[in-house]
């Protein structure tokens, strides 16, 4: 008896001394799950990350252990594990501080570049819709037209013009229009309200599964944010007779499983040209997310915004030099157009089992678009000028589905991503006119209706196999082209079908805490327009883009982080803008390799500074040499700046771009110019609710060119045409104030 009540106190205190499992979840303030968390077991260093429902698992833990939960933003957190926390969930809930780079922990994630997208974001707030897509580190933009019509794209050696070559979404939902009236991938961010945003996925490369049409250069996924913690009012004025005003409301207060709130914006400005742009634009955003069950969350978002402007237009350098109009002159002022689009997305997450749970949102816009040009003045038209209009309306369903599993395998950790989904384009009416004064349509040169579908599925896995991660997939889509051409006389639908599977290896080796090494290999695709597809019988109705990249992120010291990468693309189809038609075509198969670098110093606690450099060759494979340039592809980008953090009441930083030369013809006889731009902002806090800030556009008021174009055209005093560069001049010194309270 006495052996056998020995045995029972030796296994009870073996059971209660070895180690178990312990089942958590991290959340913030405002209940929302905080997604790459870091748990670190103090007592035998095992460590773990939260996945992105805010969960996580941690093997051997005992009763008495401590842990420490770590995350750039958060207070870190210690907690002391009671035997009750191994019966339910643990839950745990962090509050935020001020960002300390020293914090930053490498985690295994093949895209581990998201840690750096967090940094940026955290320290430099998006404050305008310009600024949205220079969050992503090496990607420029360039506006044109007015303000309304959506910016030009430079990523990795592309001139991606309106998006062709990049992939954006926003809460799953797609920005990128196909077959569009002005031109193939054209995406219009400004619906997006830049106070809503709440993280910014990015990256470059064709290398994500996940991923479809146009990512080649690259991808940008934007979140919004499911629940604000208290009421903003904004109002911003600024010179050329700029206003802006922003309302953020709570609508639910702060409860612990339901949020709602409403956001409205209001731009107007006239811009720097002679003839004002009269722009104005409206944005409505509104958000509902609610938890049905447990962890089960309903999403429900729905938007409008509605945009019209006037514009200068492109302008020829011989009418500025022989003094005819100024830089901010015109030799078109009818030019400008009209945009609105109407979005409902429903999101729905739901935890299938311990380690296993489904994705989706449903979605539908509703859009309009209208925009009128003058590219070559009066080359083809002496008497009438070559005004052209450009139109369409839209409405876009689709859907999307995930099922991500993690499963663990002696020890190897295995994640499977199982997806697929639908997107349905119905475009009615898309019109190419050469029109007079906007209002008399002198010819129509396009015009019929587009149906495109694209179907998909994609399995993406990967395997943690002590410092590696191993990442194959498979992505399959489908797509089918239906176009009938109103300006046929007889009635008749033309349609193609066309399936492409593409493979996708990506290796990750974190060699510690503080140095990340990756290899990816990916083929990326984009689709041809259906016009070019079913009219032109074009070649190339799905062209590939085949990549690879290698770099590393390292942390030499607790405050400065170094990215690089080496890469190469090559593209079977590359696609050059038309300006005298606005559109754009196919030219042949291209290549393009460089390298990224980037950096960030936090010099003091509330003193960062960031730096982003590509370098790129970007050159045509089937033309001769000297003669194979890509028409303004960008060669070296960089940009950076200062950032003040948090001095007492102080916020704000110290911008900087700059874009070299390049070639703005194929035989590199035409150059169009580079130049480098610095903004600045400060903000001032007075209490807890209001804050005056003032910020400055072009502080050293640079005459610089933010976009550019090789185009012949013809002015109407004048006998025979000019090839030249046309551009749009960039903002010359602006300065805005804006007063917010929050309530």
């Known amino acids: 008896m006495k052996r056998l009540i020995l045995l029972i106190v030796v296994l009870i205190y073996t059971i209660n001394s070895s180690g178990q499992t312990l089942k958590g979840r991290i959340l ?18 095992n ?7 805010g969960n996580f698992t941690l093997e051997n833990v005992s009763v008495k252990d401590t842990l420490l939960i ?15 926390d191994f019966t339910n969930r643990i839950t745990i809930v962090l509050t935020t501080k001020t960002f300390q780079l020293e914090e930053m922990v490498l985690r295994k994630e093949i895209n581990a570049l998201q840690t750096i997208s967090k940094i940026d974001l955290k320290v430099n707030p998006v404050n305008n819709s310009q600024e949205i897509l220079r969050k992503v580190p090496g990607l420029f933009i360039g506006q044109h037209a007015g303000g309304g019509k959506a910016e030009q794209i430079f990523l990795r050696g592309f001139d991606i013009d309106h998006g062709t070559d990049i992939t954006l979404s926003v809460d799953g939902m797609p920005i990128n229009m196909v077959s569009h009236a002005h031109g193939q991938g054209y995406s219009d961010l400004h619906f997006m309200i830049p106070e809503t945003i709440q993280k910014i996925d990015f990256g470059k490369g064709p290398y994500y599964a996940n991923q479809g ?3 080649t250069a690259g991808y940008v996924n934007f979140s919004t944010k499911n629940s604000i ?23 639910l207060g702060n409860k612990k499983n339901e949020n709602a709130y409403v956001a409205l914006e209001y731009i107007a400005t006239d811009g720097a040209f002679e003839s004002p742009q009269n722009f104005n634009r409206l944005n409505i955003f509104g958000k509902y997310s609610t938890f049905l069950k447990g962890t089960d969350r309903l999403t429900f978002t729905a938007s409008h915004f509605t945009s019209r402007w006037d514009a200068s237009g492109q302008i020829p350098e011989r009418a500025v030099q022989n003094g005819t109009i100024s830089r901010f002159g015109a030799i078109d002022d009818t030019e400008g157009g009209f945009t609105s689009r109407t979005n409902f997305n429903l999101e729905f997450s739901k935890n299938l089992s311990e380690n296993s749970r489904f994705k989706t949102n449903v979605f539908y816009s509703e859009y309009d678009f209208e925009l009128f040009s003058n590219f070559t003045f009066f080359l083809e038209d002496p008497a009438n000028g070559d005004q052209i209009r450009q139109f369409e309306t839209r409405d876009i369903f689709g859907v999307n589905a995930q099922i991500i599993t993690e499963k663990k ?37 396009q015009l019929g209706d587009v149906k495109q579908t694209n179907l998909y599925a994609f399995f993406n896995s990967e395997f943690e196999i002590g410092k590696f991660k191993i990442s194959p997939s498979l992505r399959l889509d489908y797509f089918k082209f239906l176009y009938n051409d109103d300006l046929n006389t007889t009635y008749q639908t033309l349609s193609k079908t066309k399936a492409i599977l593409n493979p996708k290896l990506n290796f990750l080796y974190t060699q510690n805490n503080n140095l990340q090494w990756f290899l990816k290999s990916g083929i990326g695709f984009h689709s041809n327009d259906t016009r070019v597809v079913l009219q032109q019988n074009a070649d190339k109705v799905l062209p ?5 990249d290698f770099g590393n992120i390292w942390k030499p010291t607790k405050n400065i982080v170094l990215n690089t990468a080496f890469w190469y693309l090559l593209s079977e189809e590359e696609f050059v803008y038309v300006g005298d038609a606005g559109i754009v075509e196919p030219s042949g198969k ?6 990224d670098v980037g950096i960030r110093y936090q010099v003091l606690d509330w003193l960062m500074i960031d730096t982003d450099a590509t370098f790129t060759n970007a050159r045509s494979l089937e033309n001769i040499s000297g003669e194979d340039f890509i028409p303004l592809a960008p060669e070296t980008t960089v940009e950076g700046g200062l950032s003040l953090t948090d001095l007492g009441k102080f916020s704000g930083g110290l911008r900087y771009r700059y874009l070299a030369d390049r070639a703005a013809n194929e035989d590199n006889s035409i150059v169009a110019e580079g130049y480098f731009v610095t903004d600045f902002n400060l903000n001032y806090t007075m209490n807890n609710n209001v804050t005056l800030g003032i910020a400055i556009e072009n502080i050293f008021d640079v005459a610089w060119n933010e976009t550019q174009f090789a185009t012949e055209s013809r002015l109407q005093n004048e006998t025979n045409s000019v090839e030249e560069i046309h551009f749009t001049p960039g903002t010359p010194f602006f300065a805005k104030a804006t007063l917010t309270y929050r309530f």
């Open 28 to 45: 913030d303030v405002f209940n929302e799950p905080i997604e790459n968390a870091y748990v670190v077991n103090n007592i035998n260093n």
């Open 544 to 548: 590939r883009a085949y990549g690879v």
């Open 47 to 53: 460590h773990t990350h939260t996945n992105e429902n």
């Open 590 to 595: 291209s290549r393009r390799f460089g390298l």
């Open 213 to 215: 049409d146009f990512n």
């Open 70 to 84: 770590s995350i750039l933003g958060y207070q870190k957190r210690k907690i002391i594990i009671a035997k009750k």
């Open 229 to 251: 913690q208290g009421n903003v009012i904004s109002l911003g004025f600024g010179d050329f007779n700029t206003v802006r005003t922003l309302g953020m409301f709570n609508l």
């Open 409 to 445: 395998f002696g020890n190897v950790e295995v994640k499977y991503t199982k997806g697929a989904g639908l997107r349905y384009d119905m475009v009615d009416d898309v019109e190419l006119s050469r029109t007079k004064n906007r209002r008399e349509t002198l010819e129509q040169i």
